[in-house]
């Protein structure tokens, strides 16, 4: 799907603004409810003046890209335009905070786990940063200077509940990216949050094959932070309802590498 591509995309530099783009994701995993649980939305807020490069953005690809795959299996990009699709830089490192609030027992592992899987699928290097006191929030700040220094925000993973998100009330987690577009149109993510409803991950783990389901919401919302939407078809995990997968699919592995054939991001 292409969200958000309409009159209104922000131009960097001229006009600071960044769209956001979040879409849940894993309703069926935890709630078993039949409505459409897919809910995009596209925001515009003020980021001010781009902060400097990244110390740690290089001019080559910090890990080779993935190998490009065979299948039939479909994926979607989150947001595209005609330069390609909305990506991370894979020049430096992807950085990743995680909230604590209402994580529970093992958080840490399950997103490792997930974290690997999708580095490994996506040529992403992400690192793990390690905990912040930044709560899960309706909109968060493309740079937070008195929390993380002059830099683009890293990616948040919130553990928290509906009481913070009303959303999470359907969905097991919801991920996505804030984009940015730089003078020439192409389109980069700058950072992203993923929001995951601790109890109801609880309730997930207490099953037999609960550390695998629940990795699997996490790498769901991954994917959707660096730059996937959700699958039409069946047998991905980024469909809907992640297709009963704990791993990915085809099309999911073709849609990661695709995104990972974008060039440095040498503009911001
Ligand atoms: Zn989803």
């Not at 292409?2 to 960044?18: E, H, K, N």
């Not at 919801?174 to 993923?194: C, M």
């Not at 959707?224 to 592995?253: E, F, K, N, P």
Request: one cysteine or more; aromatic letters at 4%.
């Amino acid at each position: 799907m292409s969200i958000g591509a309409g009159s209104q995309r922000a131009r960097a530099f001229s006009m600071p603004l960044v769209l956001t783009l979040l879409l849940t994701g894993g309703l069926l995993w935890a709630r078993q409810a039949l409505k459409d649980p897919i809910d995009h939305i596209a925001t515009m807020v003020s980021t001010g003046a781009p902060p400097p490069r990244a110390s740690d953005a290089g001019l080559g690809r910090v890990m080779p890209p993935p190998q490009q795959l065979g299948g039939s299996g479909d994926y979607t990009f989150m947001m595209s335009n005609g330069r390609g699709p909305a990506a991370y830089d894979p020049c430096r490192p992807l950085h990743v905070v995680v909230n604590h609030e209402q994580a529970p027992a093992g958080a840490d592992q399950l997103v490792a786990d997930a974290v690997a899987q999708v580095s490994a699928a996506s040529g992403l290097a992400i690192v793990m940063d390690g905990p912040t006191d930044e709560l899960a929030a309706d909109s968060r700040p493309t740079v937070d200077r008195t929390r993380y220094g002059n830099r683009w925000s890293p990616v948040l993973i919130a553990w928290t509940t509906h009481a913070r998100d009303a959303r999470l009330g359907d969905a097991v987690g919801i991920g996505g990216s804030q984009v940015l577009e730089a003078p020439d149109g192409r389109l980069w993510n700058i950072t992203g949050t993923i929001h995951l409803d601790g109890p109801a991950m609880s309730e997930i783990l207490a099953r037999p094959d609960g550390p695998q389901r629940a990795t699997a919401v996490i790498v769901h919302e991954l994917v959707h932070v660096v730059g996937l939407g959700h699958a039409a078809g069946d047998g991905q995990l980024m469909t809907v309802d992640g297709s009963g997968r704990t791993t990915l699919g085809d099309g999911d592995l073709r849609g990661l590498a695709e995104l990972a054939n974008v060039p440095c991001n040498t503009v911001f």
